[in-house]
Each structure stands twice: as structure tokens, then as C-alpha cells.
């Protein structure tokens, strides 16, 4: 069964302007430990493709917030979901701490899908309620 919806669009060049007034601070503000290894990677290769990385994880996390009802509050916090590209390429939701006891007592699975384009970052999220 569905419990939740989410979808964010969000603009790379809105997302490229935040980290030039605020440098790294705001990605790490943004990004879990991992997703932040794989952010440094792609933006030392092309800092375009680090700035497309960064805006799909923040318009996923948005879509997650909204999919859970939260919005952007406890035990919603960026840092503790983090969408993970799985073995194959396929982005998956993790969550850590307090959030990731929230879900689970939900017993809720999360689905996202992400995507860009030149200067757009868009996402999708799907909750469910496990069996």
C-alpha cells in the first residue's frame, strides 16, 4: 500500500550559486558521508557533473521529506538520508539514526528515482508500507 508521494525539481545553477556563496559547507550541510566521497569524485573529474550529483541528491531528499510527511523536521535531517546508487546504478534510499528507527517502525520501504538535464535535477519517491 502507497503512504506517501513525493516529487522535487530543482535548478543546478540555484544549487551551483549556494556553493559558491558558501562553499563546501553547504554540500556538507546537504550530503551523507557517503554521498559526499562520490560528490568530491565527480566534481575533481568535471565540476559540472558534481553540481548535477549535488542538486538530484537535494531535489531526492526533498521528494523523501515530502513522500513521509515531514517536510524538513525531526527526524528528518539532510545527512540522515542519503540515496545511495546501488551495485547496478540504481539509486536507493539509506537512513541512519533517528530517522532510520522512525521508518522502520513504519515498516515503510522507499523507492526514488532521480534524473538531470542541463540545468534541471528532478526526483521521484514512492512510500509503501512493507507486506
Known amino acids: 500500500m502507497i503512504v506517501g508521494i513525493g516529487t522535487d525539481v530543482c535548478s543546478i545553477d540555484r544549487i551551483a550559486a ?3 556563496r558558501h562553499g563546501d559547507r553547504f554540500a556538507q550541510r546537504v550530503l551523507g558521508i557517503d554521498e559526499w566521497r562520490v560528490y568530491e569524485a565527480r566534481r575533481a ?5 558534481g553540481m548535477s550529483y549535488l542538486a538530484t541528491r537535494f531535489a531526492a ?3 523523501f521529506s515530502k513522500a513521509i510527511g515531514l517536510g524538513m ?6 545527512r540522515a ?8 546504478g540504481r539509486p536507493e534510499i539509506r537512513l541512519h539514526g533517528e530517522l532510520a528507527r522512525w521508518f522502520d517502525e513504519r515498516r515503510w520501504r522507499a523507492f526514488v528515482s532521480v534524473s538531470d538535464e542541463i540545468n534541471v535535477a528532478t526526483a521521484f519517491v514512492v512510500v509503501e508500507k512493507d507486506g
Do not use: D, F, L
Open 45 to 49: 573529474r568535471v565540476a559540472k557533473r
Open 18 to 20: 549556494a556553493v559558491q
Open 73 to 78: 523536521r525531526m527526524p528528518m535531517t539532510w
Open 61 to 63: 531528499k526533498e521528494a
Open 81 to 88: 538520508c542519503e540515496v545511495i546508487n546501488a551495485p547496478g
